[in-house]
Protein backbone atom coordinates (compact mmCIF):
# COMPACT_ATOMS: atom_id res chain seq x y z
CA UNK A 1 0.00 0.00 0.00
CA UNK A 2 2.63 2.24 1.41
CA UNK A 3 4.33 2.18 -2.44
CA UNK A 4 1.11 2.52 -4.21
CA UNK A 5 0.25 5.53 -2.13
CA UNK A 6 3.49 6.80 -1.70
CA UNK A 7 3.65 10.52 -0.26
CA UNK A 8 -0.40 11.05 -0.29
CA UNK A 9 -1.26 7.41 1.81
CA UNK A 10 1.55 8.99 4.12
CA UNK A 11 0.03 12.49 4.43
CA UNK A 12 -3.33 10.91 4.71
CA UNK A 13 -2.28 8.70 7.60
CA UNK A 14 -0.91 11.55 9.47
CA UNK A 15 -4.61 13.47 8.74
CA UNK A 16 -5.95 10.57 10.67
CA UNK A 17 -3.58 10.65 13.77
CA UNK A 18 -6.57 13.44 14.94
CA UNK A 19 -8.89 10.63 15.93
CA UNK A 20 -6.33 9.24 18.29
CA UNK A 21 -5.69 12.25 20.32
CA UNK A 22 -9.38 13.23 21.81
CA UNK A 23 -8.39 16.72 22.96
CA UNK A 24 -7.10 17.58 19.84
CA UNK A 25 -10.49 15.97 18.13
CA UNK A 26 -12.46 17.86 20.55
CA UNK A 27 -10.63 21.22 19.39
CA UNK A 28 -11.18 20.42 15.93
CA UNK A 29 -14.75 19.97 16.40
CA UNK A 30 -14.98 23.75 18.03
CA UNK A 31 -13.27 25.45 15.52
CA UNK A 32 -15.80 23.47 13.13
CA UNK A 33 -18.88 24.74 15.44
CA UNK A 34 -17.25 28.36 15.33
CA UNK A 35 -16.49 27.95 11.57
CA UNK A 36 -20.76 27.27 10.49
CA UNK A 37 -21.63 29.50 13.19
CA UNK A 38 -19.91 32.24 11.50
CA UNK A 39 -20.83 30.76 8.23
CA UNK A 40 -24.58 31.36 9.39
CA UNK A 41 -24.00 34.59 11.10
CA UNK A 42 -22.29 35.86 7.33
CA UNK A 43 -25.01 34.55 4.86
CA UNK A 44 -28.13 35.56 6.98
CA UNK A 45 -26.57 39.25 6.47
CA UNK A 46 -26.48 38.58 2.78
CA UNK A 47 -29.82 36.80 3.16
CA UNK A 48 -31.44 40.46 4.66
CA UNK A 49 -30.12 42.59 2.04
CA UNK A 50 -32.68 40.39 -0.65
CA UNK A 51 -35.41 38.80 2.08
CA UNK A 52 -35.97 41.38 4.83
CA UNK A 53 -37.76 39.27 6.47
CA UNK A 54 -35.18 35.80 6.14
CA UNK A 55 -34.72 33.97 9.47
CA UNK A 56 -32.13 32.37 10.64
CA UNK A 57 -33.21 28.64 9.73
CA UNK A 58 -32.96 29.81 5.99
CA UNK A 59 -29.10 30.49 6.44
CA UNK A 60 -28.78 27.02 7.53
CA UNK A 61 -31.18 25.76 5.16
CA UNK A 62 -29.26 27.05 1.97
CA UNK A 63 -25.82 26.60 3.74
CA UNK A 64 -26.59 22.96 3.87
CA UNK A 65 -27.71 22.76 0.12
CA UNK A 66 -24.64 24.26 -0.89
CA UNK A 67 -22.83 21.59 1.17
CA UNK A 68 -24.59 18.74 -0.39
CA UNK A 69 -24.49 21.17 -3.76
CA UNK A 70 -20.36 20.83 -3.60
CA UNK A 71 -20.46 17.41 -4.43
CA UNK A 72 -22.18 17.13 -8.01
CA UNK A 73 -19.04 17.42 -10.04
CA UNK A 74 -18.93 20.49 -11.65
CA UNK A 75 -16.80 23.53 -12.97
CA UNK A 76 -13.66 24.77 -10.36
CA UNK A 77 -15.08 26.89 -7.99
CA UNK A 78 -18.16 25.24 -8.04
CA UNK A 79 -19.56 28.16 -10.41
CA UNK A 80 -23.10 26.88 -11.04
CA UNK A 81 -23.95 23.87 -8.79
CA UNK A 82 -23.22 26.87 -6.11
CA UNK A 83 -25.79 28.78 -7.65
CA UNK A 84 -27.96 26.35 -8.29
CA UNK A 85 -28.20 24.76 -4.89
CA UNK A 86 -28.51 27.90 -2.78
CA UNK A 87 -31.39 29.47 -5.06
CA UNK A 88 -33.11 26.30 -5.45
CA UNK A 89 -32.98 25.99 -1.60
CA UNK A 90 -33.97 29.74 -1.17
CA UNK A 91 -37.11 29.66 -3.93
CA UNK A 92 -38.60 26.53 -1.38
CA UNK A 93 -38.71 28.86 1.82
CA UNK A 94 -39.33 32.18 -0.34
CA UNK A 95 -41.10 31.13 -3.71
CA UNK A 96 -39.09 34.12 -5.37
CA UNK A 97 -36.99 32.63 -7.90
CA UNK A 98 -35.41 35.76 -9.23
CA UNK A 99 -34.20 37.41 -5.51
CA UNK A 100 -33.43 33.88 -4.98
CA UNK A 101 -31.00 33.53 -7.53
CA UNK A 102 -29.82 36.86 -7.43
CA UNK A 103 -28.61 36.10 -3.63
CA UNK A 104 -26.95 32.77 -4.55
CA UNK A 105 -25.33 35.04 -7.24
CA UNK A 106 -24.21 37.79 -4.93
CA UNK A 107 -23.32 34.89 -2.33
CA UNK A 108 -20.91 33.47 -3.88
CA UNK A 109 -19.13 36.39 -5.17
CA UNK A 110 -18.85 37.80 -1.93
CA UNK A 111 -17.46 34.54 -0.96
CA UNK A 112 -14.82 34.84 -3.34
CA UNK A 113 -13.64 38.81 -2.60
CA UNK A 114 -13.57 37.37 1.16
CA UNK A 115 -11.29 34.77 0.40
CA UNK A 116 -9.16 36.41 -2.38
CA UNK A 117 -8.60 39.24 -0.62
CA UNK A 118 -7.92 37.66 2.75
CA UNK A 119 -5.48 35.00 0.44
CA UNK A 120 -4.09 37.93 -1.70
CA UNK A 121 -3.29 39.26 2.28
CA UNK A 122 -1.75 36.34 3.22
CA UNK A 123 0.64 35.77 0.10
CA UNK A 124 1.38 39.10 0.66
CA UNK A 125 2.52 38.99 4.24
CA UNK A 126 4.99 35.66 3.59
CA UNK A 127 6.54 37.75 0.60
CA UNK A 128 4.79 35.66 -1.77
CA UNK A 129 3.04 36.16 -4.88
CA UNK A 130 0.62 34.13 -7.07
CA UNK A 131 3.16 33.41 -9.95
CA UNK A 132 5.35 32.60 -7.40
CA UNK A 133 3.31 30.02 -5.67
CA UNK A 134 2.81 28.36 -9.25
CA UNK A 135 6.19 28.16 -10.56
CA UNK A 136 6.87 26.37 -7.03
CA UNK A 137 4.33 23.92 -7.90
CA UNK A 138 5.27 23.71 -11.27
CA UNK A 139 8.78 22.79 -10.07
CA UNK A 140 7.59 20.43 -7.23
CA UNK A 141 5.03 18.46 -10.11
CA UNK A 142 8.45 18.27 -12.40
CA UNK A 143 10.63 16.90 -9.69
CA UNK A 144 7.81 14.24 -8.35
CA UNK A 145 7.91 13.39 -12.01
CA UNK A 146 11.66 12.87 -12.44
CA UNK A 147 11.63 10.42 -9.09
CA UNK A 148 8.72 8.66 -8.97
Known amino acids: MQRLGG ?12 LTDGW ?12 WALAIVQFQMTLLAFFPNAQTV ?6 GAVAFG ?3 PALPGGVGTYEASLAGA ?11 LATAITAHVLAYLVSGV ?9 GETLSGVYQQLVKFRQSNQANP
Do not use: P
Not at 24 to 35: D, S, T
Open 7 to 18: NVLRSFLEGLAI
Open 118 to 126: LGIYALSTE
Open 24 to 35: LFLRVLLLMAIN
Open 58 to 63: WAMFGL
Open 90 to 100: LTLVTSDAARS
Open 70 to 72: GAV
